[in-house]
């Protein structure tokens, strides 16, 4: 019985061998390129020679990404390989000749984005490749039929995809990469690649995680923990700053669990990394589940205290009721997660905690949903992520007795209501803070900026603030931002240690000309010229 990835192409990966040279190795390699003529057998007279006529690497690409940081990162490595290889990136998914999209499996609404997106690609007669989680944990789904996959551990070869599906043929890339039997965390940290701000990096430290919670579809994608050793990821941040980012982002499915799987932790990288921090940039840690955090409690107050780590943690806790937490499958109680929050916002006053609440689990009853409800009382979360609960196929909380739906809508709508009923921000106003400016607002009238706890600060949209750390007076609050006068005749600082790469310019190819624009006498010609010659030899 043929298998749902069948096509006219036999699966990539046996065209591929780990003894081939990666696409880095090629991109330097072909650098010193001398075309030689191919041996071809002569063709019978009279019998037309058969050459594709498609010229992968001339075309351009739309490239969207939905999801968590993690997500963003493997999407910025995608955009970047491409344009080292000669595709133009374009924001324009009219303009497009491919789209590139890669998923979320979270929750339904977003992989309903994505398969929309298909849908709205096939009928504008656009190729598609699908990346990311849903197609890595279900490729065999329907409407991923006769699509070219990327799995999660294959963003490398993004390339050789793209270059097929251009041709008209739909390959698969979904195995595992290994060493020596041991899962390895994924692509390699230093591939080219397009930042969507390029003054934030976003670094994976780890990917897949130790937990299996009952509702997550994630963990069929991304599977066990797999860490990226210290010495990568601290070459990583160093060449960043030298591309003048001023902000790094750490992320994941679980930075706590970071280490565990290559005999070290969380604390002993943070300390590698704030070395390479200079004066005035930042470090964010990201989300981190109250089981691993609760064993490194003393040193992450101290970290978490350094001047140049933002004072921020996301810690989830889905539920206050430890009998919905154990069908959940969380590995902790209530009470672990209070003794986390106690601990940090003693010992690092002004510490910003943000949470993620799940409403309707199921089996959870009113007295359940209560306890969570006085849990957001007492601690006023400033950032709270309120998630209606959305049975993922395959996962084991599908299976089991449903909250009706009305009530889980209900229940969201209580606990959203709480949450917009307390202001976190306006003891705040008068006081003067110094911010790092980052990126615009979402209605470009301002641009934000981020005080010392990560708290959102609008500033006045002027050129020379972007990527500074300035000084301002605090004057408004709302409920997710504060707004901030610059003080006058303050120090505007400069953190970056080198000129910031330009929007759409690709990380460790700083030759790369911009989006939609002309390329300069790059790898990427290079590249072209070697297929443009390859296909004129082949015709001789």
């Not at 624009?517 to 030899?537: D, N, P």
């Amino acid at each position: 019985m043929p298998a749902a990835c069948d096509s006219l192409l036999d699966d990539i990966e046996d065209m591929v061998t780990s003894h081939d040279p990666t696409p880095h190795e090629r991109q330097f390699a072909r650098r010193s390129i001398v075309p030689r003529p191919r041996k071809h057998q002569l063709q019978p007279a009279g019998e037309e020679l058969q050459t594709d006529s498609v010229i992968p690497g001339t075309q351009k690409v739309w490239v969207r990404t939905w999801g968590c940081s993690h997500n963003s990162s493997d999407g910025e490595y995608m955009a970047g390989q491409l344009a080292a290889s000669g595709y133009k990136i374009t924001e324009n998914p009219s303009d497009a000749d491919l789209w590139l999209l890669n998923s979320c499996t979270v929750k339904n609404p977003a992989e309903d984005h994505f398969r929309n997106s298909i849908k709205k690609a096939q009928e504008q007669n656009k190729k598609v490749v699908v990346a990311g989680c849903v197609p890595q944990a279900q490729p065999r789904t329907d409407y991923l039929k006769d699509l070219s996959i990327i799995g999660v551990q294959q963003i490398d070869r993004v390339v050789e995809v793209v270059d097929e599906a251009i041709k008209g043929h739909s390959v698969r890339l979904l195995g595992q990469k290994k060493e020596k039997g041991k899962r390895l965390g994924g692509a390699r940290l230093d591939l080219p690649k397009i930042r969507k701000n390029p003054l934030i990096e976003i670094i994976s430290v780890n990917t897949g995680c130790l937990n299996a919670c009952t509702y997550c579809k994630t963990k069929h994608a991304r599977g066990d923990l797999a860490s990226y050793p210290i010495e990568e990821l601290v070459e990583r941040a160093r060449q960043s700053f030298q591309e003048g980012i001023c902000e790094i982002w750490l992320t994941s499915e679980d930075t706590g669990a970071y280490g565990r799987d290559i005999g070290t932790d969380l604390p002993s990288l943070l300390w590698e990394l704030v070395k390479e921090i200079p004066e005035g940039a930042m470090l964010r840690l990201g989300m981190t589940n109250p089981p691993y955090i609760l064993e490194h409690l003393e040193e992450m107050v101290r970290i978490l205290q350094h001047p140049r780590v933002y004072g921020f943690l996301h810690v989830p806790v889905q539920s206050a009721s430890d009998s919905v937490l154990m069908d959940m499958k969380r590995e902790y109680c209530c009470a672990d997660f209070r003794r986390v929050i106690d601990f940090l916002q003693e010992r690092v006053p002004g510490i910003t905690i943000a949470t993620d609440i799940i409403c309707g689990f199921p089996g959870e009853t009113e007295e359940d949903f209560e306890q969570t409800m006085e849990l957001v009382r007492q601690y006023r979360f400033p950032s709270l992520f309120i998630n209606q609960f959305y049975p993922r196929p395959g996962t084991p909380a599908a299976k089991m007795e449903q909250v009706p739906a009305h009530v889980k809508k209900q229940r969201t709508k209580e606990l959203s209501a709480l949450f917009h009923s307390y202001k976190p921000y306006d003891h705040k106003i008068g006081e003067r803070q110094r911010v790092l400016v980052t990126e615009d607002s979402f209605d470009s009238q301002y641009y934000v900026a981020h005080n010392k706890f990560y708290e959102q600060v609008l500033v006045p949209k002027k050129p020379e603030f972007k990527g500074k750390m300035i000084e301002v007076d605090i004057y408004e609050a709302g409920k997710h931002y504060m707004k901030g006068r610059p003080v006058e005749d303050a120090r505007v600082f400069t953190p970056s240690i080198a000129q910031p790469l330009q929007k759409g310019q690709v990380s460790g190819l700083p030759q790369v000309s911009l989006l939609d624009q002309s390329f300069t006498h790059t790898y990427a010609e290079l590249r072209q010229l070697e297929l443009v010659l390859g296909l004129l030899i082949f015709s001789l």
